[in-house]
């Protein structure tokens, strides 16, 4: 009875929020977007990806850094291993974190914490290095561009395998590595209008990701923390969302793995 019941309350914030599927022509991620008072702002992050991944890392920031709306400041560093794999949510910044979390289904998972009125406080961008064989350079690119666009509210702008040029279709090709011209236009789309507070403030979020234990980086079709409930699924992602103690909601974009031996996206 208490699952049904947590299942009932997320359908119905699911119907409410719009939670249930992206925005595929205009890849707004459904409006999700930070609330700030400026027409410009800067996004904070913690760099917690070991060397494997740090220049991915640095270059995508460079890339989405282009924008004429959002900015990124390094705040902080910990590539340890157990933070790596806990990639614990920071309230007000982004963290990106890289690890071997298993052979669970994933490539790479973008966490949005959404605040009581429904904008992005806090947010992570996930690498999972289980699938060794899938990671080529082109596909690293791909992947950590893809998730920190996520983070701060863009959705996919093809599904079916095409390229856009753009790190957020789900093209395997070499000139679907990085941002595009559309995607610098969306963020300005998205980032239109200003609002009355700043979300992405430190202190002003929620939790840990609602994220803790075993099972923290297994998707489940479940109620249950820590991926909460399957709202949306399509042939290579998953979208899940669970609810907050402080009337929030964690997002969980999911990008699932290809067989072994496709690097098709």
Known sequence: MLKRNIASRLLIAVASLGLALPAVASHSWNNYHIARTTSSFTIQYVDSMNSVWDSTLATAIQKWGQSNVIGFEQVGADDGSRIRRRCPMISGQMRVCNAAYGQNGWLGLATIGLDNQGH??????????????????????????????????????????????????????????????????????????????????????????????????KPSITTNVPMGLLVHQHERHAVYVASREDGGYWVHHVLLAPDRGSSSH
């Not at 289980?130 to 702008?157: K, M």
């Open 120 to 217: 992005i406080d806090q947010g992570t961008a996930k690498m999972n290095d289980s699938y060794d064989w899938y990671w080529t350079p082109a596909e690293r690119n791909h992947v950590v561009c893809q998730e920190i666009g996520h983070v701060f509210g863009l959705g996919h702008t093809s599904e079916d395998g095409s390229s856009q040029g753009t790190c957020m279709d789900y093209s395997s090709s070499t000139s679907s590595q990085w941002p595009n011209a559309h995607d610098y236009q969306m963020i300005e789309q998205i980032y239109s209008h200003l609002d009355s507070y700043n979300s992405f403030t430190s202190g002003s979020g929620g939790g840990d990701g609602g994220c803790k234990g075993k099972g923290c980086n």
